[in-house]
């Protein structure tokens, strides 16, 4: 059996976004190319024409019921779309909600920060003076000292690598922290 045709038999014939019951394309999910069952979704036209540029933004309230796929590669596109809509209540909320293995999230952000810019565990973009929260205890490299979850980072800046964030943290000293272990307050 082909790939897409194992594909259509996994989404019963349906957009794997949407549900619509529409003519399907394979989209392979970036950074693969390739068509195969783990990689690439089944989506319809609108879908597929929208994904790297949401224009229908209450189209893709749809994905309040697909990011809960249990297909890998539907919840990559899910949370990538919640992203790119994330300035919507209703797709932050989603987000917050959305649970990935790590695998898959790394995988979901990989191409996500093409701009460099550094996003949080819920895919939100962080920027220059925004107060974060630390989302679980992280060794300090060199020592044997933990900055603890719950730690409130204040006024960050961001430098050359687009995936570490810096600030003081309650008035102290200055440290760099991985933006994806940290939520925005």
Same mark, same amino acid.
């Given at each position: ?48 024409? +929208?994904?790297?540029?949401?224009? !229908? ?5 749809? $994905? ?5 796929? %249990? &297909? ?52 939100? +973009?962080?920027?220059?003076?925004? !107060? ?5 205890? $992280? ?5 044997? %000292? &933990? ?39």
């Amino acid at each position: 059996m082909s790939s897409e045709a194992t594909m259509l038999e996994r989404c019963q014939s349906k957009c794997e976004l949407c549900a619509a019951e529409a003519p399907l394309t394979a989209f392979a999910v970036p950074p693969h190319s390739h068509v195969t069952v783990d990689y690439a979704i089944m989506v319809c036209d609108k879908c597929l024409g +929208e994904i790297e540029d949401p224009q !229908d933004i209450n189209h893709w309230r749809c $994905l309040n019921d697909s990011m809960w796929s %249990q &297909v890998p590669a539907v919840q990559v596109t899910a949370w990538r779309q919640l992203t790119r809509l994330n300035s919507e209540t209703w797709a932050q909320d989603a987000l917050d909600i959305m649970y990935m293995e790590e695998d898959q999230m790394n995988w979901a952000m990989t191409g996500m920060s093409a701009d460099d810019k550094p996003f949080d565990c819920n895919g939100v +973009e962080l920027k220059k003076g925004d !107060d974060v929260t630390v989302i679980k205890d $992280l060794p300090v490299k060199g020592t044997n %000292q &933990v900055i603890k979850q719950g730690t409130v980072i204040r006024g960050i800046s961001i430098g050359n690598d687009p995936k570490l964030v810096s600030g003081k943290a309650n008035g102290g000293q200055s440290m760099y922290v991985i933006a994806e272990f940290t939520r925005k307050k």
